[in-house]
């Protein structure tokens, strides 16, 4: 067998790159797809949902905390406050049990208090005991809680808005875009914002406001009008977003 020359050499190694190149190729386009198709696909999705009572106290140790306040409701037992400082109400400290202290977010669902911890995780007081609800979403950063004229627990996180209704057990994801407040409009209708915009519920289908907001830090909902406040101030519009003002202003924006 003659030894091969230079150019068949060539030829051969060209061949073999044009093979790899085109495996590669092949991988990419095939990742590719598979990426769109879990990016593209149905963003509703519901996971398990478990109620895991937690470990009562009796003896807690002393705790301190800061005084700012996160909210007030008015359960079946009595009136809770939560903040900085945990979870009180008329006869005490309600919050030992739980894992951290500072609370963001405060919320009667079912005339039961439910708190979001500023450290992630939600916990459900009933019967004189804490639950954690736990999904396969993971630990939520919740940062707004409503409960809806049909008992429904609407769930403002970092990580996106979610609902549950009572007794269920799943969690349903509705919106992956961040939540710092969530108000409730008429016939069901949501409101959802935060540092990406404003979003409009209706069912479990989220759509993004048409008039664009960014960096919404509260909302609430007046008769007919929707007001929400960001760091530039106070604007005010129609629950359709057909119009929204800014109170010091003249004309739509």
Known sequence: MMPWSLSRKRVLFLALGVCVMGLAVGAYVKLRREVGRALNGPLQASAPLQMVPLIRIDHPVERWGGGDVGGVALTSGALVTAGGFGVVDEKGDRGSSLPTLRVSALVSWREHAVVGLASGGLFLYREGQWEELRSGFGTLHVRALQESAGGELW???REGLYRTTWGATTLDRVDNAPVKSVALGEAGTVFAGGEEGLRRVEGLHARLWPRRILRIIRMGVSGQDLLVITP?????????????????????Q
Do not use: E, V
């Open 155 to 157: 769930i403002g996180a």
């Open 232 to 252: 530039l101030g106070l604007l005010k519009g129609s629950l359709d977003g057909a119009t929204f003002t800014h109170p010091r202003c003249r004309g739509s």
